[in-house]
């Protein structure tokens, strides 16, 4: 559930401001639940005896990727409340250029964790069906 809230009475600026810190909350929550996922395909790959194949690598990288953008998200969200105290149009455009940025790099990571995900699925089911270790 989000912590923002938008009231009738909130500015233009508030309100695409408290847009912006509710699209925030989603990815921090997004990406906490994909730390999670990685977690337990790491966990499956190691109780295959795995360690050492690709595959674990990369869900270790992108797993150390996924950490830092979370990290960066958290740390723009601390200082997001400066967003309100813009007066001016060039820090309103600031603000608003690290966002998008921030939105680019989000999606750009998800389309990532979604090829690796169902490369960590392909590789499992042959596995299965094969009766072997993962590779």
Excluded at 30 to 53: F, N, P, V, W
Excluded at 89 to 106: N, P, V
Aim: net charge neutral.
């Amino acid at each position: 559930m989000s912590t923002v809230q938008i009231y009738d009475h909130d500015s233009e600026h508030e309100r695409l401001h408290k847009n912006k810190m509710m699209e925030l909350e989603g990815w921090l929550k997004h990406l906490g639940s994909i730390e999670r996922d990685m977690d337990r395909m790491l966990e499956i790959i190691s109780c295959r005896g795995s360690e050492k194949t690709l595959l674990y690598q990369k869900l270790m990288d992108k797993k150390k990727e996924n950490r830092a953008q979370l990290d960066a998200l958290y740390r723009y969200k601390n200082e997001a409340g400066k967003i309100l105290e813009c007066e001016d149009q060039q820090c309103d455009q600031y603000y608003g250029k690290r966002h998008r940025d921030f939105r680019m790099l989000y999606r750009y990571n998800l389309e990532k964790y979604n090829r690796l995900k169902e490369d960590f699925f392909n590789v499992v089911s042959a596995s299965q069906n094969m009766g072997h270790t993962l590779n």
